[in-house]
Structure formats: structure tokens, C-alpha cells
């Protein structure tokens, strides 16, 4: 077979992608950058290198690359869109994410800090947990395979096309080349049967990536007490129980480590929460008064899977179809899915599978509405996407409706149209409407709040959202930068950012930190909802006037009319506990106004570390304890 030109791929496409660069070559193939040119989004398609494509075995890995990864609806997996073969040509069509890979990451800024290195383990890991629930094992878990996003900022597992699947009924192609993988992250046990791997080798090789971000190099494959060794004398700052539960994957004999990847997470938690109580509960019985600031420390983002929303979409009915689309109706689902997975909190079930559950139990269709639901139920799934779409004249009219399977109640709706080659935009306008207002009015506690433009925009808003309340603050400011650098005019941007500088600085900074972003705000503020403008007014009588008393009573009458309105809450609730003579207030009701956030917020990290604070000072163990408990 001569050599493959960009014209090649893009004639065995149909004509449907658009070539524009080569972006990787691996020893499976070469990744192209290209175009879809119906939806104008850009994506990746690995080609198959011609010296293996008559090879069977290799043939079928890389079919089963493609089916495994269709299989996975994960924010932290990268998916495949297609599989195609054409003649002596075979190609996957997969997202393009524009990023860099953890090895090229560690080559360009060396060992990470232990906050970062906790949150690519927490990622990967829930990655690998979705998967191993799945009865697939990676098998070939190593920096080159994590890819680090720049648009959303998170961590993505990759490359699924050595995994050894556990599930019933599937042949097992890996049975006579067992060492398939990378040598220096492969578990002791994947040198011999393949039939002895399970999820225990991927916690191997993701312990060994972990190591290697401490270290800034890959570390030998020395044994857990060995590693442990050689990381806590190049960083002799990491609490050594830290360190010997992050190697304990590396035993040899798989029954000596973590039974699985979820476990050594928590143990690793555990860990860093155990360290940080034994120093409040010393300070606070020795000293009996710690020195603090609104904020002394942040807190570590968790991830709160099992709490999170989950979304099946099913099949859209397409009427007057003159789009030239094939399946416009699984066009819509697809992009509807894939946008859903861009907000933070809510996972989605894979569409085709969705699609395939309902033929299988009820058929062609048509379906009403009660066998939807029932179906989209039967998934476990707590909201499901129902969808009409319309063609006319080159234009495209789309309805979304979401519901809740097991009562039926409507949650959310949009209703989106457009000319029919701005289908990306107009699916994108839809999740905004159904999704993205309802998740902003969680957030703001008004039933009418403001958004920036343009989804990516709005997951960055939501992500430094997220951030922000769980105590991560330089990412908040991180993502809160990416939304004003979409959207310069959007106020609340300026105002979040602004308040996770005043909770990052200390009492004395924080005047100069906040007020260029109250400032900003306060230009734009027509973009803000009525909550929030009222919120930036007390700001900014604290900032601009230092009258704590009259920005305590802003802050009640806006609680007294908004309860739900947890920002505001915290607001009171920090500077009560910073400040609580200039509030007329005590630590006591400090706590109480604390409580009443995490009654409504349990997962408001800035709150349980205030609420250890408040602990500490009143010399209340059992307080501090149970603060620590709740973070």
C-alpha cells in the first residue's frame, strides 16, 4: 500500500472531514486534525499505519479500541465517535482535544506539587472506576495516554485499545500477547496470563504516573517501601503516611494493594485529613487561640460522583428532513450528550447505547413519552433528554425537554432555531436553556440568573463556581480569568473572582486584591442578576467604605428574602467569624450562620474550613472534629 496523502482519508470519509495538519504518531498509527464540515468541529482521526493493517491481531485490538471507547460516556474519557474501514484504510473518529499529554507536561514544567498530583490521581481514577465497573481494564495506563484539556482543564484517560476486557461473553484476543502495554508501567502480573489482569494493574501503573509527577522522573520499579523511600527523600515536605499509602499499589502480589482504585483514593484523603486535624486539635489545646486570616489554608476539590446527575438522552424525532444528514435525530443526541458533559456535575449515558436499549425492548418506534421515561428509568438515569427537531428551507427548529424518569415531572425545557449550518450553536443554545440556566440558578440561589456567552464560557463560570465553594482558589481565579477573557463584560466573573481573592489573601492583602475586581464588576454590573448586584453593593461597602455594620445588614435582607442564596450565607458567615465585634456578632453565631450553608450546600468546602477555624478558637475539639469530619 502506497503512502496515505490527506486526500485519501478525507475521499474514505465521503468527503465529510477536512484534513488540516498531522497532530501525533504512535505505534498504532498517525492522529490528523481535521474538520467535520456539516458541524464545523474539529476533530482527531487515528489512522491505522499500513504495515499492521493486515496484521489480525492488531486489526482486532483496533477494532476494539473503537468499541470500548464508544462504550464509555465519562468527563474524563476520551470517546470515539466512529470506526471506519475503506479498502486497505481504517480510521477512528474521536474529539479533538486540544491539550498537551502528562509526559509533555512533566517535561516542560517538572515534578508537580502534591495538590496537583492529587487531583490527575482523583480524575484518572474516576476514570478507571467508571471503566472497571465496566468490566474493562486499560492494561496501558502512563503519562503519554493522560491528556491534560486547556478549554475545560481537566485530565482525560485515553487510548483504550490494549484494554483487557472481564465482561461474559467476549473472546479474549489478548489471550497469546499478553504483554501487550508499556514495559516500564506494567503490574508484575501482566508479564504473564493475560487472563490473570484485573483492575489492580491499572491501580499499579496509576500509582507509578503518580509517583513519577512527584518525582518529575519515572521512578524504577523498586516495590512500595523501596519508592516510598526515594520520594520522601526528593521531597522531604510530603507527611510520610502520604507517601507510603500513594506507593502501596506497587506491592508485587496483587492481594497487598488496594482492592481497588476508589479505596487507595480515600485512603489517600484520609491521609491528608488526618495530618491537618492532629495540627488544628494540637493548636487548639495548647495554644488556645490560632492566628487566621479570613482563610488560612484551601481545600483540597473533591468529587462527589454518586451525588451527580445523570442523563440519558434519547433519539430526537426529526420531521421534514431535507438536512442531507443521514440520522440528524442521532446527530442531535450525539451533540446534545457531548455538550451535557462539558458542565460540571453531570454525567451522561453513551447515546448509542441508549439508542440500542430502546430498539432492543420496544422496536422501531414510534415511542410515546411513558416508555421513554421508563426506559430512560430502567438506566438509572435521574433526568432524561427528550427531543423534536425540525427541518424547513435550510433552517433547523429544535425542542429539548427534560424530565425526571421516576416522577415524571418536567424539569427543564429550550426551545432553539437557526439556519441549519449552525447546528453546532443551536444544539449548544439548547443545553444552555434546558441545563445550564437551571444549574446557574442553584448556584446564585435566584430563579433568574446571569450567564456569560457561549457554553464553554459558562462551564468555565460553573467549574470556578465549583471551585470556589470547595476551597480550590488559585483554580477558581484560573477559571474565572477564562470566562472574562470569553465574555469581558460579564459582571458575575468579576465579582466570584473577586471573592476568591479576598478568601486567598490574607486580612492585611486582601483590600488591594479585591478592589480592582470589584471595580470591574461594578462597570458591568447591568449583566448581573438582582442577587448579585446586591451582593457587589455590600462588597463594595466593605471595600470602598470599611462599614462592616451596614454590609452585615445588606447581607440579611438579602438572606432574608433569597434563603438559598449560599454566597451570600458564607459572605456573613466568614466575616462574622474574621470579625465578629465589627459584626456585632459571635463565633457561636458565626457557626450557626455556617451550618445554615452547609444545610443547604453540603459540599461548601470554605465552610468546613471556617468551621475548624471557629473550633480552634473557642478550643472546642469536639467542634473541630466534627468540622474536619464533614470536609
Known amino acids: 500500500m502506497s503512502m496515505l496523502t490527506p486526500k485519501d482519508i478525507e475521499h474514505a470519509s465521503g468527503e465529510r472531514y477536512q484534513i488540516q495538519s498531522i497532530v501525533g504518531q504512535g505505534g498504532m498509527g498517525t492522529v490528523y486534525l481535521a474538520v467535520n464540515k456539516g458541524l464545523g468541529s474539529r476533530v482527531a482521526i487515528k489512522v491505522l499505519n499500513p504495515d499492521i493493517i493486515f496484521n489480525q491481531a492488531r486489526m482486532a485490538r483496533f477494532r476494539r479500541e473503537a468499541a470500548l471507547s464508544a462504550q464509555m460516556s465519562h468527563p474524563n474519557i476520551v470517546p470515539v465517535f466512529e470506526l471506519q474501514t475503506f479498502g486497505e484504510l481504517a480510521y477512528l473518529v474521536m474529539p479533538f482535544i486540544d491539550g498537551v499529554s502528562l509526559e509533555e507536561h512533566l517535561q516542560k514544567t517538572g515534578p508537580l506539587s502534591r495538590d496537583e498530583v492529587e487531583r490527575i490521581l482523583q480524575q484518572v481514577g474516576d476514570a478507571l472506576t467508571y471503566a472497571h465497573g465496566k468490566g474493562v481494564i486499560h492494561r496501558d495506563v502512563k503519562p503519554a495516554n493522560i491528556l491534560l484539556d486547556k478549554e475545560s482543564g481537566r485530565w482525560l484517560l485515553t487510548d483504550f485499545g490494549v484494554a483487557h476486557v472481564a465482561i461474559e461473553g467476549v473472546t479474549e484476543l489478548t489471550a497469546t500477547d499478553a504483554t501487550i502495554g508499556t514495559l516500564s508501567y506494567m503490574a508484575p502480573e501482566q508479564l504473564g496470563s493475560a487472563r490473570e489482569v484485573d483492575g489492580r494493574a491499572d491501580l499499579y501503573a496509576l500509582a507509578l504516573v503518580g509517583c513519577e509527577a512527584i518525582l518529575g522522573e519515572h521512578p524504577e520499579r523498586e516495590g512500595p517501601h523501596e519508592t516510598a523511600k526515594r520520594v520522601s527523600d526528593a521531597v522531604p515536605k510530603l507527611p510520610s503516611d502520604w507517601v507510603k499509602v500513594l506507593t502501596w499499589p506497587l506491592a508485587s502480589a496483587r492481594d497487598e494493594r488496594p482492592p481497588d482504585v476508589t479505596v487507595w483514593l480515600e485512603r489517600l484523603k484520609d491521609k ?12 487548639a489545646l495548647t495554644a488556645g487561640v ?9 481545600l483540597r476539590q473533591t468529587t462527589r460522583t454518586a451525588a451527580n446527575p445523570v442523563v440519558a438522552v434519547l433519539p430526537f424525532v426529526v420531521s421534514g428532513n431535507d438536512s442531507g444528514l443521514a440520522d440528524l435525530g442521532s446527530v442531535l443526541a450525539l451533540g446534545v450528550t457531548r455538550q451535557i458533559q462539558t458542565l460540571p456535575g453531570l454525567q451522561t449515558h453513551n447515546e448509542d447505547a441508549v439508542r440500542t436499549a430502546l430498539q432492543q425492548r420496544y422496536g422501531a418506534g414510534p415511542f410515546g413519552i411513558d416508555t421513554l421515561l421508563s ?12 427531543g423534536q427537531a425540525t427541518v424547513s428551507a435550510g433552517s433547523l427548529a429544535v425542542r429539548i425537554e427534560v424530565y425526571s424518569p421516576e416522577t415524571g415531572r418536567l424539569l427543564g425545557n429550550a426551545d432553539v432555531a437557526g439556519p441549519l ?3 453546532h450553536a443551536i444544539v449548544s443554545d439548547a443545553v444552555i436553556g434546558a441545563f445550564a440556566t437551571r444549574l446557574a440558578a442553584t448556584f446564585s440561589g435566584t430563579p433568574a440568573p446571569s450567564l456569560p456567552a457561549g457554553l464553554p464560557a459558562i ?6 463556581d465549583l471551585a470556589l465553594r470547595r476551597g480550590t482558589l488559585e483554580d477558581a481565579v484560573t477559571q474565572f480569568d477564562r470566562v472574562i477573557s470569553a465574555d469581558p463584560s460579564f459582571a458575575p466573573a468579576y465579582l466570584k473572582r473577586a471573592l476568591a481573592l479576598t478568601y486567598q489573601s490574607r486580612p492585611t492583602e486582601a483590600g488591594s486584591a479585591i478592589r480592582p475586581a470589584v471595580d470591574l464588576a461594578n462597570q458591568n454590573r447591568d449583566r448581573l442578576d438582582t442577587v448579585s448586584q446586591r451582593l457587589l453593593d455590600a462588597i463594595s461597602v466593605l471595600v470602598y467604605d470599611g462599614d462592616m455594620r451596614q454590609a452585615d445588614r445588606m447581607l440579611r435582607n438579602i438572606i432574608g428574602e433569597h434563603p438559598n442564596a449560599v454566597d451570600v450565607r458564607f459572605l456573613l458567615g466568614a466575616l462574622q467569624a474574621r470579625f465578629p465585634a465589627l459584626m456585632d456578632a459571635t463565633l457561636i453565631e458565626a457557626r450557626r450562620t455556617l451550618n445554615e450553608v452547609l444545610l443547604r450546600d453540603p459540599s461548601f468546602g470554605l465552610a468546613y474550613a471556617v468551621l475548624i477555624q471557629i473550633g480552634a478558637l473557642l478550643e472546642d475539639e469536639t467542634g473541630t472534629r466534627a468540622a474536619i469530619r464533614g470536609y
Open 272 to 283: 491528608r485529613s488526618r495530618s491537618r486535624g492532629r495540627l488544628i486539635g494540637v493548636t
Open 290 to 298: 490560632v492566628a487566621i486570616g479570613i482563610l488560612g489554608f484551601q
Open 375 to 386: 426506559l430512560a428509568n430502567s438506566l438509572d438515569a435521574t433526568e432524561a433528554v427528550i
Open 421 to 423: 449550518d449552525s447546528l
Open 459 to 464: 462551564a468555565a463560570y460553573f467549574r470556578g
